[in-house]
């Protein structure tokens, strides 16, 4: 018979993203970071490639990277109000971790597998951070698939995208649940 962690189960059970915009300082330290950052790495990564890699976001970088974003967003004729909303969650924030998919060459491991470990080491790091009680959120937006603000502003090879942007802080207010999936309409059982 397996051994449950009934704490564990009932976090995963009622987990909830704090809205980035919430979030508010302080932050975790470097010391506490690490070891959010060490949890995320224990995710699935087959052939232990490691096709990810971690870029920290400090006050000073975010309100840089917000003056990017602004002029991206003008160079590429985006709305007004869909560049504010992109600004904003660089220049409102206090810290937030880029999580960096960076495949390996591998004929063993296609890299869209790559890409999924990328993906769950995003949802690692979020739930680190919501287990740790940090407020946190898994955000992405268009700056994240400009390839020239992923180059000036996140220094990412050519190869490398933005997988997620994990915004973490002291939360202001807890937002209500939210609807969730109905299991028996998204599960089908295979008996034969």
């Not at 919430?22 to 330290?29: E, K, R």
């Not at 052939?47 to 990277?65: I, N, S, T």
């Not at 063993?108 to 890409?115: C, G, N, S």
Request: net charge negative; aromatic share 6%.
């Amino acid at each position: 018979m397996p051994t449950p962690n009934p704490a564990a189960l009932d976090f995963l059970l009622t987990r909830r993203s704090r809205p980035a915009k919430t979030l508010t300082g302080p932050v975790p330290d470097r010391a506490t970071l690490r070891t959010l950052l060490t949890a995320a790495a224990r995710s699935p990564d087959h052939g232990k490639l490691e096709p990810w890699r971690f870029v920290v976001l400090e006050k000073p970088a975010l309100d840089r990277l917000a003056g990017l974003v602004r002029a991206r967003g003008a160079a590429l004729g985006h709305d007004e109000e869909v560049v504010a909303k992109a600004v904003r969650q660089y220049a409102d924030a206090d810290l937030a971790v880029a999580v960096v998919a960076s495949p390996k060459p591998s004929d063993k491991i296609p890299a869209i597998e790559q890409t999924y470990s990328a993906g769950a080491v995003c949802l690692a790091l979020l739930n680190a951070a919501l287990a740790a009680g940090w407020g946190a959120n898994w955000l992405t937006g268009w700056p994240c698939y400009d390839r020239e603000f992923l180059c000036d502003g996140l220094a990412l090879d050519d190869h490398e995208s933005v997988a997620g942007l994990v915004h973490i802080g002291t939360e202001t207010s807890a937002p209500p649940d939210r609807p969730r999936p109905d299991i028996e309409t998204l599960t089908t059982w295979v008996t034969t």
